[in-house]
C-alpha cells in the first residue's frame, strides 16, 4: 500500500520540481502493475479455495504426514518418542518374515522367531508347482512391524503392513495358501519394497531392469505414494520396473546384473528424469538395486550357489552415465554359464535367505556365508533362483 503521506510529498515534489514528474508516474505506473498481478494471484487462490482444491491439497498433505508418522511410530514400538526428556517404553518383540511373491502377486508369509533362528538349514519348502504359470518367485526377508510397498510394472503400487498379510507355517508351503493383491489388466507384480523407514531419507531412487534410473525427493515420492501410482521408471517397452532404494544425498547407489555387471554412483549425482545409466547385452537385466548405507561390504550369490565377497571400498564409481559397468565375473566364467541372482550390503552379523531350484528355503549366517565361500556344505545340489538379506532384531543380538 502507498501511504497518503507519501502522495502529498510526489504532489509537492512534482510542484516544485516538474521534472520530476515522470519519474514520478512511472514508479506509479510499475506499483499498479504489480498490484494488479497479485490481485489476480489471491483471485486464483479465492477460486481454489471456493472450489475445495486447496482445501484437498493440504488435506492430501496432512494425511501423507500422519501416514509417514504413523510407519515410524511402529517401528519404534507403537509410541512416537519426542525429542524431551521421557522414559522410552520397551519396544515390541520383533520377528524376522520371509516374503515369498511372484509377479501374479501371490505372497507366502513364513514368520520366524529370531531366538530361536539357526543358521544353514531349511526353513520351509514350497510344494507343487514352484512357478506359477511361468512366473519366477523372488524372497524378501523383513520384519513384523514392517510396512510393505507393493510396485506393479505399470507404476501403480499398494502399501501393505507386514502384519496384515496372513502367515503360513514354516514347512510345507503352497501358492494356495498365498495372499493375492491381485494385478490388474496387463500388470505383474514387479516387486516388493519395505518403506517403513523412508521419511528419514531425502531421496528414492526407482530402478529398471535395462538400467535406466530416476531421482525424486522423498516428498514427491510421498506424494505420489498417497496418489497410488509411483510411475513405472522405464522408457522402452522391453523394459520393466525392477525396484526402489531410498538414500540420503551423499550414499552410494548400487546396481548389479544377471551377468555380473555393477553400476555405482552418489545418490546425488544421479539423474532426476528418467535416464540410462547401465548398457546392458540383450540377454542381460538388473538384478539388485541398492544403497551402501554403513554397511562395510557386498556379497553376492550366484545361481550355483557361490557367495563372493568384496569389500566397498573394492566398487568404482561411475564418472558418467551409459557405461559398460565394473565386471564382477571374468569372461571365462561368464563364458561358462555363471550367472548373479541376488547381491546386497552386509555386514558380518547379518543374515541370509536363499531360494532354491527345488522350492526350499534355506538361512544362512553371513559370516559363515563369506568364509565358506558358498550356500552349499558339500557338493552344490541344486539351482539358487533368489537371494535376500536381513538384519537381526536388537532384541535377539
Known amino acids: 500500500m502507498i501511504a497518503p503521506q507519501k502522495i502529498e510529498e510526489w504532489i509537492r515534489e512534482a510542484e516544485e520540481r516538474p521534472a520530476s514528474s515522470a519519474l514520478i508516474i512511472r514508479y506509479l505506473a510499475n506499483r499498479l502493475s504489480e498490484l494488479a ?27 501423507s504426514l500422519e501416514y509417514q508418522l504413523e510407519l515410524l511410530k511402529r517401528q519404534l514400538g507403537g509410541e512416537a518418542i519426542l525429542p524431551v526428556e521421557v522414559t522410552k517404553p520397551a519396544p515390541l518383540a ?5 516374503l515369498l511373491y511372484n509377479p501374479l502377486g501371490q505372497v507366502l508369509r513364513v514368520e520366524l522367531e529370531p531366538a ?20 519366477q518367485p523372488a524372497v524378501l526377508a523383513t520384519t513384523s512391524q514392517e510396512e510393505l510397498l507393493f510396485i506393479f510394472d505399470s507404476g501403480r503400487v499398494v502399501t501393505h503392513p507386514v502384519s496384515h498379510l496372513p502367515p503360513c507355517s514354516a514347512g510345507d508351503l503352497d501358492w494356495g495358501d498365498a ?32 538400467g535406466y534410473v530416476k531421482k525424486m525427493k522423498s516428498t514427491f515420492f510421498a506424494s505420489h505414494l498417497a496418489e497410488g501410482y509411483i510411475g513405472s521408471g522405464v522408457k522402452i517397452r522391453a523394459d520393466k520396473t525392477c525396484g526402489l532404494a531410498f538414500a540420503l544425498k551423499n550414499d552410494l547407489f548400487v546396481m548389479v546384473s544377471l551377468e555380473g555387471y555393477i553400476f555405482s554412483m552418489p545418490a546425488e549425482r544421479l539423474p532426476s528424469a528418467i535416464e540410462e545409466v547401465l548398457r546392458l547385452g540383450i540377454t542381460d537385466h538388473i538384478v539388485a538395486a541398492f544403497v551402501m548405507g554403513c554397511k562395510p561390504s557386498i556379497l553376492f550369490v550366484t545361481q550355483n550357489g557361490k557367495a563372493v565377497h568384496r569389500e566397498a571400498g573394492w566398487l568404482e564409481a561411475a564418472s558418467s552415465f551409459k557405461t559398460k559397468g565394473q565386471a564382477l565375473l571374468s569372461k571365462e566364467r561368464r563364458a561358462g554359464g555363471t550367472r548373479i541372482v541376488g547381491a546386497a550390503p552386509v555386514g558380518e552379523a547379518d543374515w ?14 553371513l559370516g559363515e556365508l563369506q568364509a565358506t565361500g558358498s550356500v552349499f556344505h558339500a557338493q552344490p545340489t541344486g539351482e539358487i533362483l533368489s537371494f535376500a538379506t536381513f538384519q537381526m532384531p536388537e532384541q535377539a543380538r
Do not use: W
Open 37 to 63: 498481478a497479485r490481485e489476480e494471484e489471491l483471485a486464483a487462490q479465492n477460486i481454489e479455495l471456493l472450489s475445495g482444491r486447496k482445501v484437498e491439497e493440504y488435506e492430501n498433505r496432512i494425511a
Open 179 to 210: 495372499f493375492l493383491e491381485e494385478p490388474r489388466v496387463k500388470e505383474e507384480l514387479a516387486a516388493i519394497a519395505p518403506i517403513a523407514k523412508m521419511s528419514l531419507y531425502e531421496q528414492c531412487i526407482q530402478a529398471s531392469r535395462r
Open 352 to 365: 541370509g535367505v536363499c531360494l532354491h531350484g527345488d522350492g526350499k528355503l534355506t538361512i544362512h549366517q
Open 116 to 135: 530361536e533362528l539357526p543358521a544353514n538349514i531349511e526353513i520351509a519348502r514350497l510344494t507343487g508347482e514352484l512357478a506359477q504359470g511361468g512366473n
Open 94 to 98: 520383533e520377528k524376522i518374515d520371509l
